[in-house]
T-cell receptor, first 111, second 115 residues
Framework: RKEVEQDPGPFNVPEGATVAFNCTYS??????FFWYRQDCRKEPKLLMS?????NEDGRFTAQLNRASQYISLLIRDSKLSDSATYLC????????????WGAGTKLIIKP | GAVVSQHPSWVICKSGTSVKIECRSLDFQATTMFWYRQFPKQSLMLMAT?????????EQGVEKDKFLINHASLTLSTLTVTSAHPEDSSFYICSAIGQVNTEAFFGQGTRLTVV
């Protein structure tokens, strides 16, 4: 089983739709959680950190369920510019802060 | 957010030569730096983890004698691809974390093409 698993994708959705990304992690000792966005041929960029209480930034909402070892990212009112690959990342201090990456889910927003 | 500068952004070299890639944290001290490789349409693959002043820890399957990593200061890590071959052509990305936060900040990446 992979340490971090994401929906395989790609997601093809119309502009304006709501999109949900799911991610599960296997190490219960994981301490920090992030969503990164990667555009084609570019470096990943931090989209949001994920906090236990859940957090929202504009159209983006991230949630963490430690009991289920599950992380989610919700994008509301999707824009064409949201098209990218979304990567779920987990960080475990016990492994020297090594980031464990999901394979990513590609999102394609269609006009 | 914090800034990590990586250069060169792209490089073309001949087979058999060596290429050095630099990764600098510009506004924070990076206690740990990570080097990744990404082949087309694939996810990032961690190559090695380096802590300032100590030897890098390489992932299984990554040749430490081929991919030399130096992390001599808290703001600079270098990756040298020695005796490069066409199969080493890839997108190499560094990331760094500081002493306080656990967020990782990425360099812009280096596209290496070996001909």
């Amino acid at each position: 089983r992979k340490e971090v698993e994401q929906d395989p994708g790609p997601f093809n959705v119309p502009e304006g739709a709501t999109v949900a990304f799911n991610c599960t992690y296997s190490n219960s000792a994981s301490q920090s959680f992030f969503w990164y966005r990667q555009d084609c041929r570019k470096e990943p960029k931090l989209l949001m950190s994920v906090y236990s209480s859940g957090n929202e930034d504009g159209r983006f909402t991230a949630q963490l369920n430690r009991a289920s070892q599950y992380i989610s990212l919700l994008i509301r009112d999707s824009k064409l510019s949201d098209s990218a690959t979304y990567l779920c990342v987990v960080n475990n201090m016990d492994s020297n802060y090594q980031l464990i990456w999901g394979a990513g889910t590609k999102l394609i927003i269609k006009p | 957010g914090a800034v990590v500068s990586q250069h060169p952004s792209w490089v073309i070299c001949k087979s058999g030569t060596s290429v050095k890639i630099e990764c600098r944290s510009l506004d924070f001290q990076a206690t740990t730096m990570f080097w990744y490789r990404q082949f087309p349409k694939q996810s990032l693959m961690l190559m090695a983890t380096s802590n300032e002043g100590s030897k890098a820890t390489y992932e299984q399957g990554v040749e430490k004698d081929k991919f030399l990593i130096n992390h001599a200061s808290l703001t600079l890590s270098t990756l040298t691809v020695t005796s490069a071959h066409p199969e080493d052509s890839s997108f190499y990305i560094c990331s760094a974390i500081g002493q306080v936060n656990t967020e990782a900040f990425f360099g812009q990446g280096t596209r290496l093409t070996v001909v």
